[in-house]
């Protein structure tokens, strides 16, 4: 990846997190935490590396992004947006009874989003579906899955990786937010999942680590996956959980807590500095 | 009486008739294709036959992934970890997002027999029920079944199919039979009190009104074999016309057929609505035959029912 291209997906994140703060502020409601670790990694997705048609969502042969952590719309609403899937005036509608943003990821009613998830740990599966389905048609697509480290602690997960390894599913790109932090505390001190890499290597994928924050790193990884044939893959991005906002970085209590007028000032503050960077 | 089969065999035949004109049906199974016959299919179509493992909750979400990319996805496992163990599954990755997938439990109710109460489930059609946009279906025979099977495919939208383990002695092989969903289907014509029965109870009732007959008592009998959408139109008949309404079915009185009949009537014509099925409670190990004995699911205690609503009705 060229250093200009790097710098543009990297002005994206920044801009997707300052949208994402927008949004949740003209809701007053909405998970910033584990939205803002997730921003580099929809940058590079949507601004370089997915195959989508914004002007047709539905494409036969797009790739296709499940956000099994449904909660994350904070991150993916203003990267479908800001790609052109729909209007930015829509963002005003997060979370409102008359508009069509729901809290949660929703299908039906927002171009671009490939999955209705929201309930943790079945979205992977919905994914390891498409992958499938991909399979059976002889298509080429990719299907990414972007699954939170808390959420592996359902047991639905596991069974979709089985699967996935077991079908040689190479066209299914797991992306874990290794964000460390989920809604009651730490993973750590809340169910220590252990070791990841392993873990995701003992299930028989192919598995990367990186700086989920890098975008050349993200980028990268990505193209070693689909280059890489015969085991699904795993790429374990590390994050922090709010990453951007100071006082939010690795912090559970802004997993989805809404900032008070002063603490967004703050937030906001903060990411226009990073913005103009 | 005709032929005598378990409606879970003639849904693997009736599958993989379907499966051979309709290149879009994929299968998944959790490891009990042999019990559910959807093995059937995948003997025939092994590309398009996904056995999961013993991961009922994967197999769900996959097929909802499937659904998305335009197949038409049957999932199969028993009625208690289908509808039970996956209903957080089947709601939001299936029916919340409208998804065309076919959700088929089989072994529902007492008659899975020997197993015992961890198999028999008595709560699926209640729980199907209350999933907005849901087509629950539970037939009364193999004949059925397979018209069941042939409907729900040309029907786009998340259904769930009620079947049973044991071999069932085939009603609806009659003149004029049709099955459309939602559709009641009139078994016996009768003018003094209505008995609503689904699945296996249909056979009951059908006896119980012949009984009946003999003591003056003309009883109607209607299949629903669809329980949501329920027939309305068909309650709404048999309460008018014949003021008393009796329901039979396999599956805990609350919430399955007898709350949906129950609830179109307190709505729009209040008469008596007597219900047969468990009475809110669990299974247990035993012969099939002897469970219905036991749980009072039998063309007796039909008829005593029949006879107690026909009393509870307004003179």
């Known amino acids: 990846m060229d250093s200009k291209k790097a710098a543009e997906l990297r002005k994206r994140a920044w801009e997707i997190r300052y949208t994402g703060l927008k949004m949740v502020k003209n809701a007053r409601s909405g998970h910033i935490g584990g939205a803002f670790s997730l921003s580099e990694i929809m940058s590079v997705l949507y601004f370089d590396k997915m195959n989508v048609r914004t002007d047709d969502p539905q494409w036969e042969d797009r790739d296709r992004l499940v956000l099994s952590k449904g909660h994350a719309t904070v991150a993916l609403y203003p990267t479908l947006a800001l790609r052109g899937f729909f209007p930015l005036e829509w963002l005003d509608t997060f979370r409102k009874a008359d508009g069509q943003l729901s809290g949660h990821a929703e299908m039906r009613h927002v171009p671009g989003v490939d999955m209705s998830t929201g309930s943790l740990g079945q979205g992977l599966s919905a994914a390891v579906g498409m992958a499938l389905a991909g399979k059976c048609r002889d298509k080429d697509h990719f299907t990414y899955a972007i699954v939170g480290d808390g959420e592996i602690q359902e047991g639905q997960i596991w069974e979709a990786l089985m699967f996935a390894a077991a079908r040689r599913l190479d066209n299914l790109i797991v992306i874990l937010d290794n964000n460390k932090v989920q809604l009651d505390g730490t993973v750590r001190e809340v169910l220590d999942t252990g070791d990841l890499k392993a873990k995701f290597q003992a299930f028989g994928f192919h598995t990367l680590e990186i700086d989920g924050h890098s975008v050349e790193e993200i980028a990268a990884a990505i193209d070693e996956a689909r280059a890489y044939k015969g085991k699904p893959h795993a790429i374990i991005a590390n994050t922090i959980k709010g990453k951007g906002v100071s006082f939010m970085e690795g912090r559970c209590q802004w997993h989805g807590k809404t900032p008070n007028d002063e603490q967004f000032a703050l937030a906001f503050k903060e990411l226009e500095e990073k913005c103009e960077v | ?315």
Not at chain 2, 1 to 30: F, P, Q, S, W
Not at chain 2, 150 to 171: D, K, S, W
């Open chain 2, 1 to 315: 009486m005709g032929e005598k089969i378990a409606t879970r065999h003639a849904y693997g035949e009736a599958l993989a008739e379907v499966g051979a004109e309709n290149h879009d049906i994929v299968v998944l199974d959790a490891d009990v294709s042999t019990c559910t016959m959807s093995c059937m299919f995948g003997e025939k179509f092994p590309d398009r036959f996904f056995n999961v493992g013993i991961a009922e909750a994967n197999m769900v979400g996959i097929a909802a992934g499937l659904a998305t990319c335009g197949f038409s996805p049957f999932v199969n496992t028993f009625a208690m970890f289908m509808a039970g163990r996956t209903f957080d599954q089947i709601r939001n990755s299936i029916a919340y997002p409208g998804l065309n997938v076919k959700i088929v439990g089989t072994h529902a109710g007492l008659t899975v027999g020997e197993d015992g109460a961890t198999h028999q489930c008595l709560e699926d059609m209640a729980l199907m029920r209350s999933i907005p946009g849901m087509t629950v279906i539970c037939p009364a025979d193999g004949n059925e079944t397979r018209e069941a099977v042939r409907a729900i495919v040309r029907h786009n939208g998340p259904t769930y199919l009620r079947l049973g383990r044991m071999a069932t002695e085939t009603v609806t092989a009659i003149p004029g039979y049709k099955f459309e969903i939602g559709k009641s289907v009139e078994m016996r014509k009768g003018s003094d009190v209505t008995i609503i029965a689904t699945g296996i109870m249909v056979a009951m009732a059908l006896k119980a009104a012949a009984e009946l007959e003999k003591e003056g008592i003309s009883a109607r009998v209607l299949n629903f074999h669809t329980i949501k959408p329920i027939d309305r139109e068909a309650v709404i008949r048999a309460a008018k016309e014949t003021g008393a309404i009796v329901t039979a079915e396999e599956h805990n009185i609350l919430g399955g057929l007898g709350g949906a009949v129950s609830e179109v009537v307190t709505e729009c014509l209040p008469v008596p609505v007597v219900k047969v099925g468990t009475r809110d409670t669990f299974g247990r190990s035993g012969n099939a035959d002897d469970l219905l004995e036991i749980y009072g699911l039998t063309p007796e205690t039909i008829a005593q029912s029949t006879r107690a609503a026909m009393k509870a009705k307004k003179v």
